[in-house]
Structure formats: C-alpha cells, structure tokens
Nanobody, 127 residues
C-alpha cells in the first residue's frame, strides 16, 4: 500500500485560501486514483474531491465546486488541493486517500473505495 502524508493546513480567515499537499511513498502512485475527504467535529467523513490516475478527470462535491481545485504531479508523487474563498463550513480535518485499484471511477466519492489514508491536516476558517 501507499503511504500518504498531508501538509498545508492551518488557520485562515473567511474568504482566504490554503493549499493542501499530499506526499505519497511506498507504492506506484501513478496507478492510483486519489481523493480528498474531510471530517468536521461531530460529523461523518465526507468526500471533497477526486482525481483520476492521469489527472485528466476531476470530481468535486457540490459544496466545493468552483472554489477548490485538485491536481496531481505523478513525477513528484504528490496530489494537491487548492482551496479558495474558504468558508467557516470548510473547517475540518482534511484527509488524502488513495483509491483501491479494485474500484472504478464510478466510486470516486465512496469512502470505502479508498484503502490508504493519511493522518489528516487541520483546516480552520474563522470569520
């Protein structure tokens, strides 16, 4: 399995921007579709964005569409999440995840389709 480490979280004001990064190691990164999920206090973990193995296809939750952008660099074994126009409801721990090769792109937002997870990075948006 691939090991994942997130970075880039922090405290930002409403309307601000953050860029999260996820570094992968220990596997064939380019063979894995990737996703970002988040979990707010007292809530279930939810899908945020996903990207195909080549980076040619991206998917977003309706709540972040137009504000967040997912990208990947297979040469650097990294996937990023650029977050703009942040809102208080974006406050959460953000997790990077690698989707199991068993699941097709149809399952891009299914949490159980992802079998490798990072430790998470906290994003706090204050007004």
């Amino acid at each position: 399995q691939v090991q994942l480490v997130e970075s880039g979280g922090g405290l930002v004001q409403t309307g601000g921007s953050l860029r999260l990064s996820c570094a992968a190691s220990g596997g064939t990164f380019s063979s894995r579709a990737m996703g970002w999920f988040r979990q707010a206090p007292g809530k279930e973990r939810e899908f945020v964005a996903a990207i195909s193995r080549s980076g040619g296809n991206t998917y977003y939750a309706d709540s972040v569409k137009g504000r967040f952008t997912i990208s990947r660099d297979n040469a650097k074994n990294a996937v990023d999440l650029q977050m703009n126009n942040l809102k208080s409801e974006d406050t959460a721990v953000y997790y990077c995840a690698a989707r199991s090769t068993y699941y097709s792109s149809v399952y891009y937002n299914h949490i159980n389709a992802y079998d490798s997870w990072g430790q998470g990075t906290q994003v706090t948006v204050s007004s």
